[in-house]
């Protein structure tokens, strides 16, 4: 009710102004289609350069339904105001942007305009790509236009008034849409500054890793102190973070690579595709990526860096003795889990050290609970690692018990709150995006897409 109260305001206040200011800031023109362009009328040196760009930007992951085509777009993006679908970047000339020009490309990139001139819902992080520079931008077209066009259309937004309203995204931008560009911080080194280029631009870290105000829009005054991404929880990656270890720029370097550190596991859910994306992309961006992070961690407190190495000296000492406060649970864990995860064995193997998993060290369950139901797939073909899911041989009730004995047994953290509540809702979560990817790959192609985010 909060929310709809301020959009509401938002909206008396765009027609207090006047029909005619209201008109000045809502309305964008349309820009003129063209022909789709040759792909061969764009360079390779430019189109592997996009590639890497398109990498960095995780746009493979944000405009593909698992299963279907690359970049047709489809996905569902949850939100509190509703659920946006991604739309189809192929270069489509009816369902994708085979007839935007780069100009079009570049003012939904910098402005989030379409070509129509339609203002696109801020799903689509331009709020960070007003940090991407033009050459970039130019690679990053020159790569989309070359890929396999595919009729495509997405579904439409389901989103209840006022959220339904063109209007109120442009009101959005007014609040909340920085369009300075990245400017280097002459007091750093280059690769920090690279490095910020790409977290700040590009990769837009903190979409996910920070919390959001009443209107969808990033909390400024708590960057990186984590955010919510669809069912998972996006650590906080600054001072805060739940890490029983403390991070630095080779441990993030390693994570970032490969998805696997052993001081930290591995990345799953929305992270896991992160990391496969950035071992495609040079290694220096993501060694600046590194460098960069590390410093908005900041260098730990002696007291932090005294539980880090606590934990360490754990994690290599013979397991603890199980607690009788939870026979169930550690009935469970020796039956399903102790085989791998204590084998002493390296991923993939055998588990990771549980002692060392922000996963179980986190502030709410939530993450272990969507590793325990649909465990870890492996990455095809690399060497990765591999967990069945147990949603099916378990109940809400004994994953609820498990997940309090790992909490209780491999982290110094207090018990958890609402356990079974939120194994439940992990559980409805998986289910239902499960059944959505199916009916996006099998729907029909559209004749147009009208609601791109």
């Not at 889990?337 to 993939?348: T, Y």
Request: charged residues 20%.
């Amino acid at each position: 009710m909060k929310k709809k109260i301020i959009i509401g305001g938002i909206i008396s206040v765009l027609l207090a102004g006047g029909a005619a200011s209201a008109f000045a800031i809502i309305w964008r023109p349309a820009i003129a289609a063209i022909a789709p362009p040759k792909p061969e009328s764009f360079g390779p040196v430019l189109v592997k350069r996009g590639r890497e760009l398109a990498a960095l930007g995780n746009c493979n992951d944000c405009h593909t339904v698992r299963g279907a085509r690359n970049f047709a777009g489809g996905v569902p993006v949850p939100t509190p105001f509703g659920t946006v679908y991604s739309s189809n970047i192929t270069p489509d000339p009816e369902t994708g942007i085979g007839r935007w020009s780069e100009q079009a490309f570049l003012r939904a990139m910098r402005s989030g305009v379409d070509r129509e001139g339609r203002h696109l819902y801020p799903t689509f992080p331009y709020d960070h790509f007003t940090n991407v520079s033009d050459d970039d931008d130019r690679a990053l077209y020159a790569f989309l236009m070359t890929r396999e066009p595919v009729r495509a259309g997405a579904p439409a937004n389901q989103l209840s008034f006022p959220f339904n309203q063109r209007a109120v995204v442009a009101g959005w931008k007014l609040l909340f849409l920085r369009r300075d560009a990245y400017r280097p911080d002459p007091a750093k080194s280059a690769e920090w500054n690279r490095g910020a280029y790409l977290v700040e631009g590009l990769a837009h870290c903190s979409a996910c890793h920070t919390p959001r105000n009443a209107l969808g829009a990033e909390r400024l005054n708590a960057v990186f102190a984590g955010g919510d991404v669809e069912s998972w929880k996006a650590y906080a990656i600054n001072a805060q973070s739940p890490s029983p270890v403390p991070w630095d720029a080779d441990a993030l370097y390693a994570y970032l690579r490969s998805g696997y550190h052993p001081d930290h596991g591995t990345a799953r859910g929305p992270m896991a595709e992160v990391v496969s994306n950035l071992s495609a992309v040079q290694a220096s961006d993501v060694h600046a990526i590194a460098i960069y992070m590390a410093d908005a961690f900041g260098a730990p407190s002696p007291e932090r860096k005294r539980q880090g190495e606590a934990a360490l000296a754990q994690a290599k000492s013979a397991p603890a003795a199980i607690a009788p406060a939870n026979a169930t649970g550690a009935a469970i864990y020796a039956a399903a889990c102790a085989n791998c995860h204590e084998s002493g064995r390296s991923v993939p193997y055998g588990g990771v050290n549980l002692g060392l998993s922000t996963a179980v060290s986190g502030p709410d369950p939530r993450n272990l609970a969507n590793i325990v139901l649909a465990g870890v797939r492996p990455d095809e073909g690399e060497r990765s690692s591999i967990m069945p899911g147990f949603a099916a041989s378990m109940s809400d009730a004994q994953i609820a018990t498990l997940l309090n004995y790992l909490r209780a047994r491999f982290s110094t953290q207090p018990a958890w709150s609402h356990v079974e509540r939120i194994v439940a809702e992990a559980r409805r979560t998986q289910t239902v995006s499960l059944e959505t990817e199916a009916g996006a790959r099998n729907a029909p192609a559209a004749p147009s897409q009208r609601d791109k985010p």
